[in-house]
């Protein structure tokens, strides 16, 4: 078994400004780090999560490696918040899966940030959230449906960061050919149910950059109301060939600065990104945008960015009208006076 292809789209929603997910699109390693702290602080915490899984390569190893992994993790946001008051009580959730040699798909995870599984047409939800919902469900004292729309659904109960030492929950998949991964942040799971989720992948599975946008697009639509990220990979016949990326690996971040931020959020704008940040990790500026698609889907609710284009095509055919006529009056009144 090999990874066939894989995809990561980030997105900041509708509501916040700034973008504090991170993620890692690095076969046969994928993570999501989902960052929370004041200020810019979050953003801070994802990205030194992330970059810590990044840092030194990883080929196997299973369930142990992915401890170790994510507790240095830990210590390295836990270290900086610490010692920067600027990021005093930072965090991140971390959810990681890394492809084995062996064909097993180990995962090792810390918060609410989710994986799930499609194969063949059965699509599940592989990790247990660490949160405050899904506890008092586990113990019978909230029905799903009930969590599903509680105020504190945000709220986890476990944290990268928070203290010196962390707890990590993990487990392996035997993985089949044709079998489709998902790894997202809250702000999609929570906008979006499940059975949308699983539709989703369905209609676009030959096409993880397509079944992306499609993701991301359904959170948008349903507020958007947190940063959006999703990192799939797909499993396929054959050995990895070791040391060589994957043609098919593509990766890419969008962000649309909109102005939708929400008044209440309080949000400041977000700071110039970070030279300490890999540039893996939403590299919001460096990727090009998502080839423009004139898909009927799109031209029904037109994007920010589309909606800019439009304006700044309108403007240009005005001023070439009233070019237009300051000429006409010009050769006019020149020619009157001869
Ligand atoms: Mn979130």
Redesign the pocket.
């Known amino acids: 078994m090999k990874v066939g292809s894989s995809y990561a789209r980030t997105d900041a929603g509708r509501k916040r400004r700034g973008n504090?997910?991170a993620y890692v699109c690095r076969p046969p390693l994928f993570a999501i780090a989902?960052g929370m702290g004041g200020a810019q602080a979050g953003e801070v915490a994802s990205a030194l999560a992330a970059e810590a899984l990044t840092d030194t390569p990883v080929d196997g190893g299973g369930e142990r490696r992915l401890v170790e992994l994510i507790r240095e993790a830990n210590r390295r946001v836990h270290e900086r918040a610490s010692t920067d008051a600027a990021t005093s009580g930072m965090g991140t959730t971390i959810t990681v899966a890394l492809v084995e040699d062996d064909g097993r798909v180990t995962f090792g995870h810390v918060g609410d940030s989710r994986a799930y599984l499609l194969r063949q047409d059965a699509f599940e939800q592989l990790t247990d959230d660490h949160s405050l919902v899904a506890e008092l469900v586990r113990r019978g004292e909230l029905s799903p449906a009930e969590a599903e729309v509680h105020p504190q659904r945000?709220v986890i109960t476990r944290a990268l960061g928070t203290d010196p030492d962390i707890d990590v929950d993990t487990f392996s998949v035997p993985a089949e050919a044709g079998d489709l991964f998902l790894i997202c942040?809250?702000?999609l799971s929570d906008m979006v149910d499940e059975e949308t989720i699983a539709s989703i992948l369905r209609a676009h599975r030959g096409d993880l950059a397509e079944a992306s946008r499609a993701l991301v697009q359904a959170a948008n639509r349903a507020g958007g109301e947190?940063?959006i990220t999703a990192v799939l990979f797909e499993i396929a016949e054959g050995d990895q060939a070791a040391g060589e990326p994957d043609e098919k690996t593509r990766e890419l971040a969008t962000s649309q600065d909109e102005d939708t931020l929400h008044p209440e959020d309080h949000v400041l704008p977000p700071p110039p990104a970070p030279s300490a940040v890999d540039t893996m990790v939403a590299p919001v500026d460096t990727i090009p945008p998502p080839p423009a698609d004139a898909e009927t889907e799109e031209a029904a609710a037109p994007s920010e960015d589309e909606e800019e284009a439009t304006f700044a095509r309108k403007a240009l055919a005005l001023a070439v009208i009233v070019a237009l006529c300051v000429l006409i009056v010009v050769l006019v009144v020149w020619g009157l006076a001869r």
């Open positions: 504090e997910d989902d945000s942040s809250d702000g947190d940063n």
